[in-house]
C-alpha cells in the first residue's frame, strides 16, 4: 500500500466502524440485565433463556427453516439445469435472458410482494407456506441460476467434450462430468438462498397467511408491540445465523476444483 | 474461448428444468407485474374489493399534492443516499482494491456480511441507537452535552442514516471491480506529470471509476427508492416514503387499485433508472 492518502485511510475506518457498531451494540445490549433503556445492569443470559422457552418464537423460527429449505431446494432443483441449458445457447440470446434473469433480483421487493399479493387473492389462493415459498422462490432461482453460471463459464468445456468422445451420453456428461465439476457452486448457492430466504421479510409480510408466521415476522411484530430485550437477544441470534451461512458459503464456493484447461495436462 | 459448448445434446433433466424456470417466473413474476398494471385501471369497490371498470382516475392521484410529496420525498431521499453512498463508499473502496492481496480479502468479506445480514435486524439496531432513551441520546447526556433527548428517531434524517447504512455496501462493491480495473501505472504517470493528490484523483480516478459509481448508483437507488422497512421503523407514520405508502394503501385502506398505480409508477421509474444509468455505463466502458 503505497502512497494511500491518510484522509482516506481514516475515512474507511470510519465506514467500516459505521457498517459494524450498530450490530455490534445490538449484541452487546441483548447480554444486558436491564428490562428497559439502554443504561447497563450487568452482563446476564437471561433474555436467551427466555427466548429458548418462547413457544411462539421457537414455532416461528421452525417455520422459517422449513420454508427456507423448501423453497431453497426447489429453486436449486430448477435453477441448476436452467443455468446449464442457459449456458449453451447462443450468445445473442444471452442478454435478454441476463436482463430477465437480474430483473427479479433488482426490482424493490415490495412491487413483488403486493403483485404477488394480489395474484394470490384473486386466485383465491390460500395465504400460507405454500405462497411464501413461491415467493421465495422468485428470488431464489434468478439467484441461484446466477451463481451456478458464472461458475459454468470459468469452467472449461472440454472436460465435457473430451466425456464425448470418450461416448458418455448427454446423461452421463451432465452427472458424472458437469454436476461434480459444479458442486462448489450448487453449496454455494445453496447456502446463499436458504440465508436469503431466511432473512426475507418484505415478501413474506405480504404473501403470509395466519399460522405461517417466519422469524422475521415475529421479530417485526414485536418491534411494533413493545421494545423488549428479548428482540435484542433474537436480533442478536439471527444476525450470527445468517452471518455464519454466508461465510460458510463464501468458504465453500473459495475451494478450487479443476477449472483450469484440460489442455495444460 | 469458452463458449463452444455444443448445444446439440441436452440432458432431458436440462430441458426440463429449463422449461419449468421459465413457466415459473412467467406464472409467478411476469404475469403478477402484468396484473399490477391491470388493476391500476380498474376503480376500487364499495368494500374493497376491485371493480372493473377502466379509468385513469388512480394516476391522476398520483398528482395530488400529498401524494406528490411522498414521491418527491422518495425520490429525494434515495438520491441523497445514493450521492453519500458515493463520496463516503469511494475512500474504503480504493482502499481496498489497492490493498495487498490478504487484506483485500478480509476488507472485501467484511464489506460483504452486512451485505447479506439480516436487513430488519440491521435497521432495528439503529431504532436502539436513535430513540429518545437510546444510545446516542444517553451517551450525549452522560457527557454532558446535552439536558434533555434529542428527538432524532421518526425524522427524514433516521430514514437517511438508515438508508445509507442500509445499501452502502451496493456501492463500495461494484466501485471496487471498478477502481481494480485501472492500472497503477496511470497514477504514477500522472504523478510523474507534477499533478498533485487531488488532481491525479479528479483528472484520473474519479473520470475512470464512472462505471463503478453508475452501477452502484443503480443498485443504491433502486432498493432506497421503494425501501419499506427502513421508512416503516425509523421514519414513523409521518415520514412516509413509497414503499410505506404502498403498503398502506394495500393492508390498511385496502384501495388496490391505487395501489396498483403507485406500484406501477415506482417501478416505471426504477425501471427507466436502470435503463438510463445502464446506457451510460455502456456508452462509458472503454471499448
Redesign the interface.
Known amino acids: ?1 503505497k502512497r ?2 491518510s ?3 481514516v ?2 475506518l470510519l ?2 466502524l ?3 457498531l ?2 455490534v ?2 449484541i452487546g ?1 441483548s447480554f444486558n440485565a436491564s428490562t ?4 447497563w445492569k450487568g452482563f446476564t443470559f437471561q433474555w436467551y433463556e427466555k427466548l429458548a422457552m418462547d413457544q411462539g418464537i421457537l414455532e416461528a423460527a421452525l417455520n422459517s427453516v422449513v420454508i427456507a429449505l423448501l423453497s431453497t431446494g426447489m429453486a436449486l ?6 443455468a ?8 445473442r440470446q444471452r442478454s435478454w435472458v441476463n436482463m ?1 434473469l437480474v ?2 433480483l ?7 410482494g ?6 394470490f387473492v ?1 386466485c383465491q389462493v390460500h395465504l400460507g407456506f405454500g405462497t411464501i415459498i ?2 421465495h ?2 428470488f431464489n ?2 439467484l441461484t ?1 446466477v451463481i451456478v453460471r458464472a461458475r459454468l ?5 472440454a472436460w ?2 473430451a466425456a ?1 468422445d470418450l461416448g458418455a451420453t ?2 452421463d ?2 452427472t458424472r462430468i458437469t454436476l461434480p465439476l459444479l458442486r462448489p457452486a450448487i453449496w454455494g448457492a445453496a447456502l ?1 438462498g436458504f ?2 430466504s431466511l ?1 426475507d ?2 415478501v413474506t409480510f ?1 404473501v403470509a397467511g395466519p399460522g405461517s408466521t417466519t422469524l ?1 415476522l415475529k ?2 411484530s414485536m ?1 411494533k408491540t413493545g ?1 423488549t430485550p428479548e ?2 437477544a433474537l ?1 442478536a441470534v ?2 450470527v445465523v ?2 455464519l451461512c ?2 460458510l458459503s ?1 468458504a465453500v464456493q473459495q475451494r478450487s476444483t479443476p477449472v483450469s484447461s484440460v489442455s495444460s495436462y | 474461448m ?6 446439440t ?10 422449461l ?3 413457466l ?2 412467467g406464472l ?2 411476469f ?3 402484468i ?2 398494471f391491470g ?1 391500476s385501471l380498474a376503480s376500487r369497490g364499495m368494500y374493497g374489493g ?1 371493480t372493473w371498470i377502466v379509468t385513469w382516475e388512480n394516476y391522476q392521484r398520483v398528482f395530488d399534492p400529498l401524494v406528490g410529496m411522498i414521491f418527491l420525498r422518495s425520490l429525494f431521499l434515495a438520491g441523497l443516499t445514493t450521492l453519500i453512498c458515493a463520496v ?2 469511494f ?2 473502496a ?3 482494491s ?3 492481496k490478504p ?1 483485500q480479502l478480509i476488507l472485501l ?6 451485505f ?7 435497521t ?6 436513535l430513540r429518545a ?3 446516542l441520546n ?1 451517551l450525549l447526556i452522560g457527557v454532558g452535552l446535552l439536558d434533555a433527548p434529542l428527538s432524532l428517531l421518526f425524522t427524514d434524517l433516521s430514514v437517511f442514516v438508515g438508508l445509507v ?1 442500509g445499501y ?2 451496493f456501492m463500495v462493491l461494484p466501485l471496487v471491480v471498478a477502481i481494480e480495473r485501472i492500472p497503477p501505472q496511470l497514477e504514477d504517470a500522472a504523478f510523474d506529470l507534477y499533478a498533485s ?1 487531488g488532481g491525479m484523483f479528479r483528472h484520473v480516478l474519479l473520470p475512470l471509476s464512472t462505471p463503478g459509481f453508475l452501477a452502484g448508483g ?1 443498485l443504491v437507488f ?2 432506497s ?5 427502513t421508512p416503516y ?1 425509523l421514519g414513523g407514520g409521518q415520514n412516509m416514503m413509497l ?1 410505506t405508502f ?2 398502506q394503501e ?2 390498511v385502506a385496502r384501495d ?1 387499485p391505487f ?2 398505480a403507485l ?1 406501477f409508477g ?2 416505471g421509474t ?1 425501471l427507466l433508472t ?1 435503463f438510463l444509468l445502464g446506457r451510460m455505463s455502456v456508452e462509458k466502458e472503454p471499448s
Not at chain 1, 446449464?84 to 450468445?91: A, N, P, S, V
Not at chain 1, 433488482?106 to 413483488?112: C, D
Open positions: 500500500m494511500m492518502p484522509s482516506f485511510l475515512m474507511s465506514v467500516m459505521f457498517l459494524y450498530p450490530v451494540i445490538l445490549l428497559m433503556g439502554v443504561a432443483i430448477l435453477g441448476v439445469g436452467t446449464i441449458g442457459l449456458e449453451t445457447r447462443q450468445k430477465i430483473l427479479p433488482v426490482i424493490p421487493e415490495i412491487l413483488l403486493v403483485a404477488l399479493l394480489m395474484v384473486l413461491i415467493g422462490m422468485v432461482l434468478p441460476i463459464r470459468k469452467l472449461d468445456p465435457e467434450d464425448r448427454p446423461w456428461v451432465l446463499l440465508t436469503v432473512d421479510f418484505v405480504f422475521p421479530v417485526f418491534i421494545m428482540i435484542n436480533s439471527m444476525v445468517s452471518m454466508v461465510g463464501w | 469458452l463458449n463452444h459448448r455444443s448445444d445434446s441436452f440432458a432431458f433433466p436440462v430441458k426440463v428444468s429449463l419449468s424456470a421459465g415459473f417466473l409467478f413474476f404475469l403478477p407485474l396484473l399490477v388493476v376491485i463516503v463508499g475512500p474504503l480504493y482502499c481496498l489497492r490493498a495487498s487484506w468479506t467484511l464489506v460483504m456480511i452486512p447479506w445480514t439480516n436487513f430488519l435486524v440491521r432495528y439496531a439503529w431504532v436502539l441507537i432513551d437510546g444510545i444517553s447504512y452502502l455496501p493528490m443503480v433502486i432498493p427508492l421503494g425501501a419499506f422497512i421503523l414503499g404502498i403498503q394495500f393492508l388496490w395501489g396498483s406500484s415506482l417501478m426504477v436502470w
